[in-house]
């Protein structure tokens, strides 16, 4: 069995891992690989670990999230060679969380993560507590990722049954990538997808292609077809149009920041699809871990936006005069948004309140 195949059953619709750890490193799916080349990197220290998040070797707010946490596990590798003193040891921990908190600005999941760690780093050299961390935090994730699916599920049956839409299959239009690859398994907005078809709720996946980095064309797309799921990729500029067209029933999409009142940060283009979805009356959910809530910050105005390479967008030999506008993720305001749904309960309405209400 290929090291990325998960010894799961077919029937859980979830096969593929992203990330693993094994005999003191992290080996990450290639993710700018695929679909062409099923490759993994062996990642043996931080600043590796960090250079993968910036590079998309690995993408999606948890998986990064994980790949921030086993970071921190090979830090605390490379410090206890040095049998650091107390203050030693947290100060390399900090300044390596620091690092890999700088790989990407705009997924709150990450410095989550990171946090989590380092309430965990007790005595001096002693890695073992980090890397059991680490390991539960994965662990935590897929059985998140499947409650999120299970709720997703509810709230869908339940708005069909009042639209007297009966148990017919349902059209799903997403984007960019939320599943297995993007989290430790199964997905967010993926695994709710993934829930529906398991139910035999789904009669197929609309895919955009998720330009400039292709995150449909290439993951989402391989990805469901490994699984069996049939899906139908879009270009971005013909999604309004498949909207219009009257044969989707919901946009689901993930997050890598939700704002207090319910704004809604996520893969650049996420905007303009909220905004020809409520054009024509199609159903939108958010689906994300609630670790994804900021609550820090009231709106997501405040949600900083990571600014990519032009290099990703211009086509090779592009003329250096021509600029590039990247930026990598874009805000849906609450208004837009039917439904927030996380692994402790679905929103129809979102406020810190509300929030704060659902965790455990
Ligand atoms: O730039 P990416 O590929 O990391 O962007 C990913 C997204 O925007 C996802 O929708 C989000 O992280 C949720 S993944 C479960």
């Known amino acids: 069995m290929p090291p990325w195949n998960s010894p799961m059953t077919a029937t859980d619709f979830d096969r593929i ?7 003191g490193a992290l080996y990450l799916l290639d993710q700018r690989a695929l679909p062409q080349r099923v490759s993994e990197l062996r990642v043996a220290d931080a600043a590796a670990a ?31 060679r040095a049998e650091p003193t107390a203050s030693q ?11 890999l908190a700088a790989a990407r600005p705009t997924a709150v999941h990450l410095h989550w993560a990171l946090g989590q760690m380092q309430a965990v780093a007790s005595a001096p ?8 961390a680490a390991r539960a935090m994965q662990a935590a994730d897929v059985a998140a990722n499947r409650q999120m699916g299970a709720r997703a599920l509810a709230v869908i049956e339940q708005q069909a049954a009042g639209a007297g839409q ?6 799903v239009l997403t984007h960019c990538n939320t599943g297995s690859l993007a989290t430790a398994g199964y997905g967010t907005a993926l695994g709710a997808i993934r829930s529906l078809q398991a139910a035999a709720r789904l009669a197929g996946v609309f895919a955009t292609e998720t330009r400039p980095w292709l995150q449909g064309a290439r ?41 207090a009142n319910g704004d809604t940060v996520n893969k650049i ?12 009356d199609v159903r939108t959910m958010v689906v994300a871990p609630l670790a994804t809530v900021d609550l820090t910050l009231q709106t997501g105005r405040q949600i900083p936006i990571e600014q990519r390479a032009a290099g990703e967008l211009l086509p090779a030999g592009a003329d250096p005069r021509i600029g590039a506008y990247n930026p990598a993720f874009d805000v849906t305001p609450a208004a837009l948004i039917d439904w927030w749904v996380t692994e402790h309960g679905a929103l129809a309405a979102a406020s810190a309140e509300a929030f704060r209400a659902l965790a455990p």
């Open 17 to 23: 891992r992203p990330l693993r750890w094994e005999a």
């Open 269 to 280: 283009g996420t905007y303009g699809l909220m905004l020809a979805a409520r054009a024509n």
């Open 219 to 259: 993951l989402t797309a391989w990805e469901l077809a490994q699984e069996g799921i049939p899906v139908t990729l879009v270009t971005e500029g013909g999604a309004a149009a498949l909207l219009a067209g009257g044969q989707i029933d919901w946009l689901i999409v993930g997050a890598d920041r939700i704002a």
């Open 125 to 132: 050299g002693e890695v073992a507590p980090l890397l059991a």
């Open 89 to 99: 040891w947290r100060a390399g921990l900090a300044a390596a969380a620091t690092r």
């Open 50 to 80: 960090a250079a993968a998040i910036r590079d998309m070797v690995v993408r999606g707010a948890p998986a990064i999230g994980l790949t921030g946490a086993y970071g921190l596990v090979l830090a605390a590798q490379t410090l206890a």
């Open 166 to 171: 009966g148990d017919r299959p349902l059209q």
